[in-house]
C-alpha cells in the first residue's frame, strides 16, 4: 500500500513554530518514526509553502492508495486545493495537529473537510499515525 503525505505552509518548521500548540518534535524527524514503524507501507512525504505546489502535488497523486493532507493555513481559505481533491479518484484524509475547534474563529471552516474522506484533529503528531491506520486497518 502507497500512502503520501502532503503538508502545507509552516509545517517544514514544525519543532520550533509555537511548540505549545505544535510540539517539539521536527517533522522529518517523525516521518522517519512513521517510516520505521510502518515497514510495510510505502510512506512518501512532500511538504511546500506555495499553495500551487500543494495543487499540482495533488493532481499526481492518481497513483497511491491514499493520500494524508495537512493543508494547514490554506485549509481555511483554499479552493484550489478543495477543487484537486474532486480531481483525484484518490481518498484524501484531512488531518491537523492542534484542535482547529478550539482556536480562532476562521480555523473552525475547513474547505477541505467537504472533500475529504475524513478528518482527524487535535491528536498532535499522532493525528497522522490514526490517518495511516484508518487507511489501513479493517
Ligand atoms: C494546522 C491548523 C491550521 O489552522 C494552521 O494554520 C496550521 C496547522 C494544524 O495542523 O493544527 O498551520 O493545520
Redesign the pocket.
Known sequence: MKIHIING???NVLGKREPEIYGYTNFKDYFTELQFKYKNIELSYFQSNIEGELISELQECDDVDGVIL?A??Y??NSIGIADAIKTISTPVIEV???N?HQREDF?KHSFITPVALGCILGFGLKSYELAIKSFTDD
Open positions: 505552509p509552516n509545517l495537512n494547514a493555513a485549509t481555511h491537523h495537529i492542534s482547529t480555523r
